[in-house]
């Protein structure tokens, strides 16, 4: 089966900064991996570039066997137009740590919104399945609360029901609890089990060791812009094998 995501030697700077200095990752259909690292290693730079939010200065990335950002003429790479890169972007949807909801739009349209205008799918279907989604993340009686009226855990289950709502082949997570008071995270947690449970292919970068070891096939462990090691998360989080990866654990692990 072909994987639903493919990065070949990946790389990626800015300025003088190495961001993604060469990483190559597969990920299979519905499988969950968690990518750890210190700030700085190039974790959300590398979803970024999956969801082509930045382009790549080198290498490859396959999305469900397509090659992403490029129009491949004989042995030449030619690089997509706005249009062509935005609804490749469609198979991957993409929550934040920020929740980016739109301040002025109820719940509710804040997830038909995407449906409606992008997907051009008929208002009252859309609205069915937002209504569902929010069933789905414990929230349809939020459905005429405005984004201000919630609470940050709230906002962030939101921000999920409107990837959900694009009908992605896979989610991308960047760190979707380091803004939210701790109390706070144990219900977004949970959304994010569901979904793994559900086989929704997924890439989580998350500080939530604990997260990882219980819902990951596997963790990635990044540093300096590269993949330093990766395994099961039961033997990546207990006894890595790289000495970098040994010592942010020990500074993460109580």
């Keep these: 089966m072909t994987p639903m995501i493919v990065a070949l030697d990946v790389r990626k700077t800015f300025g003088p900064l190495k961001a993604l200095d060469g990483v190559s990752l597969e990920v299979a259909r519905g499988e969950v991996v968690c990518v750890i ?59 934040f740590q920020r929740f980016n909801l739109f301040a002025h739009l109820t719940v509710l349209q804040n997830i038909i ?20 989604l929010l069933e789905r993340v ?21 921000a999920i029901a409107r990837a959900l709502a694009m009908k992605p082949e896979i989610l991308l997570f960047d760190e979707p609890t380091s803004a939210l008071d701790p109390e706070l995270v144990g219900d977004v ?40 090691e990766q395994g099961p998360p ?3 989080l207990s006894n890595p094998s790289h000495a970098r990866t040994r010592e942010f654990i020990a500074a993460v692990l109580p």
């Design 37 to 95: 690292g210190p700030s700085g290693s190039g974790k959300s730079t590398f979803l970024r570039c999956i969801n082509q939010l930045e382009r790549i200065d080198g290498g490859a990335i396959w999305v469900n066997g397509e090659l992403i950002g490029y129009r491949r003429e004989g042995d030449r790479l030619f690089p997509l137009s706005d249009r062509e890169v935005a609804r490749q972007r469609l198979a991957s949807g993409m929550v």
């Design 138 to 158: 414990g929230l349809a009686d939020k459905r005429e609360s405005y984004p201000a009226e919630l609470s940050g855990g709230q906002q962030q289950r939101i």
């Design 113 to 132: 919104e995407g449906p409606v205008t992008v997907l051009r799918r008929p208002r009252p279907e859309a609205v069915a399945e937002a209504m569902a």
């Design 234 to 236: 039961a033997t990546l």
């Design 189 to 228: 947690l949970a959304v994010m089990r569901d979904l793994a449970r559900g086989g929704m292919t997924m890439v989580v970068v998350t500080h939530e060791l604990g997260f990882a070891r219980e819902v990951a096939n596997r963790v990635v462990f990044m540093d300096r812009g590269r993949v330093v």
